[in-house]
Every structure is written in C-alpha cells, then in structure tokens.
C-alpha cells in the first residue's frame, strides 16, 4: 500500500499497525498485534508523517485496503452470477436475482398507489 502522503510505501506491518490504531486500540497494544517484536518502537512510528496520515484516512474511511468489496463490485457480482446460465445452478441464481430485487425494493408493497376498493350496494329504499 503506498501512502499518498509521502508516496513512499508502507510495509504490511505498518499497515496493520495503522489499522490497528484506527479502529481505537492504543499505540503499544496495535503494535504488538501488528506482530512488531521491540516493545518501544511504536513512539518513534506514531510520530511518523506518513503513519499519522494513513490513520486518519482509514479512520474517514478514504483508505481502501482492498479487503472489503464495495456496493458496485458487489451488485456486479450479483448481476453477473443471476445471468450466468450454464455455470451456475438454478437456486443460485434465483437468490442472486432475489437479492437485487431487494435491493432495488422490488417486492414491497407500494402504498397508496394500488388501493383496495370496494363497490357497497345498500338497499335501504322503503
């Protein structure tokens, strides 16, 4: 992952220690769980430029690690998987198609639109 701050790259550790520390773990606890060995050198990381800057893009959420699929990749896969005839099976794709419909909230009932109505006949004349 390169740091946009500083152009340079940050190793895996660094990353882990980043995301580490923005999900709110402290300093030295983010980075033994980065797997650092040195229990001090944490000090003279957090201090780093291109540290202090990836943290506050994971924790706006700007930093895209690539773990997490985002919304268009996800219904692209939906949409890709309901279409496929021949190499996925009925069921698959039927809840493929299921889920986009939620989506898109094709099985609500729309209110207000599609009333019920009745026709009353009172035969009430004397």
Known sequence: MQSVATG??????QMAFCRF????LPPAQAWKKAGY????????????EKILACIE???SGE????TVAEKK?????LTDLMRDEEG????????????????????EKESGKEEESRIVIVDDIP
Do not use: H, P, Y
Request: one cysteine or more; glycine letters at 6%.
């Open 37 to 48: 060995a040195n229990r001090n050198d944490w000090k003279e990381t957090i201090k780093q």
């Open 21 to 24: 520390c923005a999900e709110g």
């Open 8 to 13: 340079k790259k940050l190793t895996e550790k």
């Open 57 to 59: 893009r994971i924790k």
């Open 73 to 77: 990749e996800i219904l692209s896969f």
């Open 63 to 66: 930093e895209d690690d690539g």
């Open 88 to 107: 996925t099976d009925t069921k698959t794709r039927m809840k493929a198609a299921e889920l986009l419909g939620k989506r898109v909230s094709l099985f």
